[in-house]
């Protein structure tokens, strides 16, 4: 039985680079991640799940193809399945993402920003 | 296409009944639900699903059968599946949980603290 508590910040301070999320925790077939974020990231979309952004330091931006959204600590945002969408955060910025197990974080836009996955801190 | 920020304080000011989570978004089929709890819960659990608890504000107290675990904010913990679990807060606490939409929040254990279930704020 594994009934451990995860302190975010206590993960966050394991982290180094930016847009490699790492998992943190499991709940059934999703995943709980974390990443440290900066600068602009590409327009992607996953085309087969919904994916949970929260803001926990900092000020994330998400530009959508019609709107552009930013969010402080303690907002968070759900990317509906198949919704073109690009992260940036002007500074450095810390972020939980929350999705089922296997999604990549560049979703169908292949790149050197393309992260391996489950890869736990 | 729904792509509206949540600010989780906010939601928390709309609430003002203890143990009574309200769903505030869905991802997939799973719901992210925010409760105020205070004084003790009651000892249950999810035959079929893990939950999360992310704690938010306060400090929450989770006792299992073998063990205490104290969350505070930025903490969190996935109960497993089929884990007997009881929450407690000697304060007022905020917290998250997320686990699959259809969930009762007393799991095996019907009781009067069973609250309804899909009440959105």
């Known amino acids: 039985m594994n009934t451990k508590k995860i302190n975010l910040n206590k993960k966050f301070n394991k982290i180094s680079d930016y847009w490699s999320p790492k998992v943190i925790a499991e709940m059934n077939d999703y995943q709980f991640k974390l990443a440290k974020v900066k600068d602009e990231f ?5 085309d087969n799940t919904d994916e949970t952004f929260i803001v926990i330091n900092g000020t994330l931006t998400i530009e959508f193809k019609t709107e552009t959204v930013m969010l402080g600590p ?3 945002i759900v990317v509906p399945k198949g919704v073109e969408h690009k992260p940036r955060a002007d500074q450095e910025c810390n ?15 292949e790149s050197e920003m393309t992260a391996e996955n489950d890869v736990w801190v």
């Open 42 to 46: 590409i327009w992607h979309k996953h």
């Open 74 to 76: 303690g907002e968070m």
């Open 95 to 109: 972020i939980m993402l929350i999705e089922p197990r296997g999604v990549t974080n560049t979703g169908d836009s």
